[in-house]
């Protein structure tokens, strides 16, 4: 999700009823303690107490690291700034991040996702939460239990768990059932996150996993208003109809707007893509108008393209 889920995403996504809280992008921590510039980059929420996006919502900063000492360090320098919660990420399954020991790379010894979640709890005390995300392991799930308790242990007062492995990256199926299995085990509440992309699955991944929430990710921007969809059919037991390519382009076209504001015309071209390339996996016009515009360069030929009817659509080259 990085690159993506930033305070604009954030702010768009959230403005409609369906989100309880949201987590940044992760601010990356290596062995020193970051500036307040780095964290008011990621969570620009922090202008505000607590942080939360315009419309309420809490937001919740997320470190991802490997060194206890920097990661406590950073997790205070985090609450000095206001932050109302960390999120400990164990979850990232990019090379990079792993190469250099951050993310999923931890999930091969337990021990020492223990020791930086107690690190960062002992860090901030009993002043704001510690949470923490895994996947099912590294290589296989051998380990998938006893990391998720070691993140108990550790202080971790919810887990969410990315239903793969990190070596099964993004791949389908997700195993919901193995959710449940760690679900059980733990006293905290556990979250079921991966391949939640409409209501029926939604609905799948928290009978077979037992759980009482979801983390929404990809399926988010997939299609904006699934967290919506979900919250309305709690409340009335009514399905809303699929969402129409309209309301998809009028939410990349805010974004753009919002984007402009701060970044070169080339940045939120490519941020556009990124998110339109989320959106066309789950719906055919996405999918088309990806194909046409994938190689455009301009914003307002990128937005002329999102806005223009399916006639007037040019075939894609």
């Not at 998720?148 to 242990?153: D, K, N, T």
């Not at 492995?165 to 959710?179: K, N, S, V």
């Not at 733990?186 to 939640?196: C, E, K, Q, S, T």
């Not at 979801?214 to 409340?235: C, N, Y």
Request: aromatic share 6%; hydrophobic share 45%; proline share 7%.
């Amino acid at each position: 999700m990085e690159g993506v889920i930033d305070a604009h995403a954030r702010t768009l996504l959230t403005a409609r009823p369906g989100f309880d809280w949201t987590v940044t992008e992760f601010v990356r921590v290596v062995d020193a303690r970051l500036p307040p510039r780095v964290f008011h980059k990621h969570c620009p929420e922090l202008a505000v107490t607590p942080p939360a996006t315009p419309s309420g919502i809490p937001v919740q900063l997320q470190l991802l690291g490997s060194d206890p000492a920097a990661l406590a360090a950073n997790a205070r320098q985090a609450l000095r700034l206001g932050a109302d919660g960390i999120d400990l990420n164990f979850g990232c399954p990019a090379k990079t991040v792993n190469r250099h020991d951050g993310g999923a790379a931890l999930l091969r010894d337990p021990r020492r996702v223990e020791a930086a979640v107690a690190a960062v709890a002992a860090a901030v005390g009993d002043a704001i939460p510690v949470t923490a995300k895994i996947r099912l392991g590294f290589s296989d799930r051998r380990l998938a239990l006893a990391c998720a308790l070691a993140a108990q242990r550790g202080g971790a007062q919810h887990l969410v768990v990315h239903a793969r492995t990190r070596d099964e990256g993004y791949r389908p199926p997700a195993h919901w059932e193995w959710i449940g299995r760690i679900r059980r085990a733990l006293a905290i509440p556990v979250i079921a996150n991966g391949d939640i992309w409409t209501l029926e699955e939604y609905w799948k991944a928290r009978t077979l996993s037992g759980c009482r929430d979801v983390m929404l990710g990809r399926g988010a921007l997939a299609d904006p208003w699934l967290a919506p969809r979900i919250r309305h059919w709690q409340a009335t037991g009514e399905h809303l109809p699929a969402t129409p390519w309209a309301a998809r382009a009028a939410i990349l076209s805010d974004y753009a707007a919002m984007q402009h504001s701060t970044l070169p015309e080339r940045v939120v071209v490519s941020l556009l893509k990124q998110w339109l390339n989320q959106m066309r996996g789950r719906d055919a016009e996405a999918a088309r108008r990806f194909a046409t515009l994938r190689r455009i360069t301009t914003l307002d030929d990128f937005l002329e393209g999102l806005a223009a009817t399916q006639d007037e659509m040019p075939l894609a080259g």
